[in-house]
């Protein structure tokens, strides 16, 4: 089954976990609809929306499993992006893992989804 990954502030993901239900980050709350990226979309994401942040998680979750409120939509240069419009339970993730920086201050995708 293919995944899909959010980047998430720690805190903010254990704090979905404590209340059974994830509703997103504040982007996520502005928009409407939490925002998702696809293997390939991760590495331009964590640059583009999180760079110089520490903290941060990867949530992967299997994407058959939101059903019929996930979409995928154009976004950046017209590639379609996973987009959920509900609420998330946190029990969908798959795993969950670290994204630490590297010494040139990018983030470490690769090893995150290793």
Known sequence: MPLIYKICPAPLWREAEARGRFDGAPVDLA????HFSTAAQLAETAAKHFAGQDGLLVVAVEAERLGPALRYEPSRGGALFPHLYAALDPQAARWIA?????????????????
């Open 98 to 114: 670290p994204l630490p920086r590297k010494a040139d201050g990018s983030h470490a995708v690769a090893e995150a989804l290793a």
């Open 31 to 34: 928009d409407g609809y939490i």
